[in-house]
């Protein structure tokens, strides 16, 4: 059985940062390209940054171009996204999704004072 | 960037009656290669997206066949032929050819009547 299980969100000031993760489990996670897509509670889906096969390539929304660094470790199965310099319009739910085919359940960061 | 637009954004249908949902891309969808890179996705209530088609008409495993996905160049449309109470949500649209960024549509929720 697929699974993606994110985790690391959760409640930061603005200027902070947050490194979530993604647990791959069920399926040749270094053959996959993977995603970050994020969704602010009840609005649409926003793609924000991808990352292929072995890491070697990575690209990103402009919204968070420069302050979000994609990365993977093959050998642990394991996504990453670093997000700094945070700011209020960062709220929202972050999947994690392998080739958009299988999501996660979706980590909830917030970004208040 | 593409631009996805869907309608309706809201779809109130009886069950056991026929739905349609249009996406349209604000350029073509066909690839290079030839290939049409457009995807359909279900987002029920409380729950992760889950991918129902790729490349325009490819069901993904597990989705029943009242599901049906079509369309060429810009113009894309998702059916479903009768309606059941399971299949109450938010269906998005996406284009995976000319990236980055993905792009999504904004989202159609159909609901029961």
């Known amino acids: 059985e697929v699974q993606l299980v994110e985790s690391g969100g959760g409640l930061v000031q603005p200027g902070g940062s947050l490194r979530l993760s993604c647990a791959a489990s069920?399926?040749?996670?270094?053959?996959?390209?993977m995603h970050w897509v994020r969704q602010v509670p009840g609005k649409g889906l926003v793609w924000v940054s991808h990352?292929?096969?072995?890491?070697?390539?990575?690209t990103y929304a402009d919204s968070v171009k420069g302050r979000f660094t994609i990365s993977r470790d093959n050998a642990k199965s394991n996504l990453y996204l670093q997000m700094n310099s945070l700011r209020a319009e960062d709220t929202a739910v972050y999947y994690c999704?392998?080739?958009?085919?299988?999501w996660g359940q979706g980590t909830l960061v917030t970004v208040s004072s | 960037d593409v631009v996805m637009t869907q309608s309706p954004l809201s779809l109130p249908v009886t069950l056991g009656q026929p739905a349609s949902i249009s996406c349209r891309s604000s350029q073509s969808l066909v690839h290079s290669d030839g290939n049409t890179y457009l995807s359909w996705f279900q987002q029920r209530p409380g729950q992760s997206p889950r991918r129902l088609f790729y490349?325009?008409?490819n069901r993904d495993s597990g989705v029943p066949d009242r599901f049906s996905g079509s369309g060429s160049g810009t113009d894309f449309t998702l059916k479903i032929s009768r309606v059941e109470a399971e299949d109450v949500g938010v269906y998005y649209c996406?284009?995976?050819?000319?990236?980055?960024?993905?792009?999504f549509g904004q989202g159609t929720k159909v609901e029961i009547k």
């Open positions: 999704a392998g080739g958009f085919d299988n």
């Open positions: 069920g399926f040749t996670f270094s053959s996959q390209r």
């Open positions: 990352i292929n096969s072995d890491g070697s390539g990575a």
């Open positions: 490349r325009v008409s």
């Open positions: 996406m284009q995976g050819t000319h990236w980055p960024p993905w792009t």
